[in-house]
């Protein structure tokens, strides 16, 4: 049986290869988490960097403007870096006086020491040292693909990043034509990016968009040192393998995270293996080669392995599903973007207690709750995993698995966090996962979250109301939710069948069940049982089939 503990960061060395299968394999940095303590860090940083505190750099003209830096690194003498405000930074260092030297250079060594052991912080019950990260992002002209703008899409890359543990210190982009080939970015902004990485103690540059296996290679390249580069996937999954790795997550969770890593990694294997022959001077050439050959092969082995098991806990969930859809209570999914409030409004409805916090990609397995309304109705409520623009295609093929809970349900709930400023383009990047996953032809209601949290929520109100199928909610303190569960009631009467049934008195039960989960418009006692004529759900009508025969021969 696997285990979750046994996937470590991405972002770090591979980790399943690593701690599987090849030990012997030194990866450039130390691993990200601490095994050895479980002490607790009292001061969790939590906070996102905002653009001005990013240095996000407006970036035609390919300039560096000075990156913030968060905490000042001592440089050591002879050491800075002609980088424009680094410098000036720098210089102070070299201005101490040489009579207190060596005092002054053990006293570095402390701080140095002091800082080092500040940055392991607590993430999800385990130690992660907290990386100094540095972001990248590229626009290309004429891209319509993209709903967000460069510098709105570092900004979320940026709260990823916090999420995933790393502490943000800068970030730049760059407007091209097509991504280089070789290296993303053109060769000019790979130079200037070394210089402030390598002033800046850069540990981890993370793009904003996938990049191949040999783009990955020449950037690591290109920036020397112990500086590891990933991209927007490799921190997602970071963050689903952190999650993954809580007590909460359930072994699909665990499976499909650990199979998407390993998908992601296949075919950027090869950089894995390239410091044996740099050790080796050359000597055994093709020695790399065959290893990386070697991983592939176990690599692939596991990834079916792992495709077995996720195939029989799917069946499984599908068993449970089948079990619970005998009962004909009409299912609704809740779906939208990351953070949008999806599990808050599941626990003010069903007194359910899934974590909502304020992070990016708090859930990972969908859970289902029946909800009871005052008017004796009920329907089923699931919450499921969050949506992000570039999403990375092994997570959507991964978690189809998850998300069949939503192909299956009779209404779709998307909920909007209409405070945030790029509602709408988040409401545009939910709808393409959705046509991804094919389920467009399902019933939709739109739920406008966090009124309370908005600028303005009179307006937002009466914009509201000029829409088909808008709701206005709050989750959080309660604001509308008896709206919504109307408004739900009616949306699923869209996908109920019509029924005209004349039920024995015999089938007592039936008739209240057809009360329960249908939408009844007359109920007519006769001599030969009751007569009724109801919305119901697809499912329950089917049942019916024999008693709607009765009515039709009704005299
Ligand atoms: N002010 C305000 N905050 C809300 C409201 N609804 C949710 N939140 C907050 O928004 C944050 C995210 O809420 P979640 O319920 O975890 O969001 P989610 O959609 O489940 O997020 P993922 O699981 O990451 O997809 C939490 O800090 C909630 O307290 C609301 O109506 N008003
Ligand atoms: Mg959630």
Known sequence: MMNASLYGSIIRPSPVIHELYVPCITPPNPNRFRKDSKCVSSRLSTSVLLPQQLGLVSSDDVSLQNPVIDTPEPVQEGEEEAVPGIASEASHSTSEDKASGSSTKLKKKKDEQDNYENRFKLRNGREVFEEKAYLVGVECKGDTQNYFGIEESINELAQLADTAGLM?????????????????????????????????????????????????????????????????????????????????????????????????????????????????????????????????????????????????????????RNRRFSVPVPVVSLVGYTNAGKSTLLNQLTGANVLAEDKLFATLDPTTRRVQMKNGKEFLLTDTVGFIQKLPTTLVAAFRATLEEISESSLLVHVVDISHPLSEQQIDAVDKVLSELDVLSIPRLMVWNKVDKSSDPQKVRLEAEKRDDVICISALNGDGLPEFCNAVQEKLKDSMVWVEALLPFDKGDLLSTIHQVGMVEKSEYTEQGTFIRAHVPLRFARLLTPMRQLCASRP
């Open 168 to 320: 943000v210190v800068g970030s730049t982009y760059q407007k091209l034509a097509s991504p280089n080939p070789r290296t993303y970015i053109g060769s000019g902004k790979v130079s200037e990016i070394k210089s402030a990485i390598h002033a800046l103690g850069v540990e981890t540059v993370i793009f904003d968009d996938e990049l191949s296996a040999g783009q990955l290679r020449n950037l690591e390249k290109a920036f020397g040192g112990d500086v590891r580069v990933c991209d927007r996937t490799a921190l997602i999954l970071d963050i689903f393998n952190q999650r993954a790795a809580t007590h909460e997550a359930s072994l699909q969770a665990i499976f499909l995270v650990a199979l998407a890593q390993m998908e992601y990694q296949l075919p950027r294997l090869t950089k894995m293996w390239t410091h044996l022959e740099r050790q080796a001077g050359g000597k055994v050439k093709g020695m790399g080669e065959k290893q990386i050959e070697v991983d592939k092969r176990i690599l692939r082995n596991q990834i079916g392995i792992l495709r077995k098991e996720l195939e029989t806990v799917r069946k499984h969930r599908k068993q449970y």
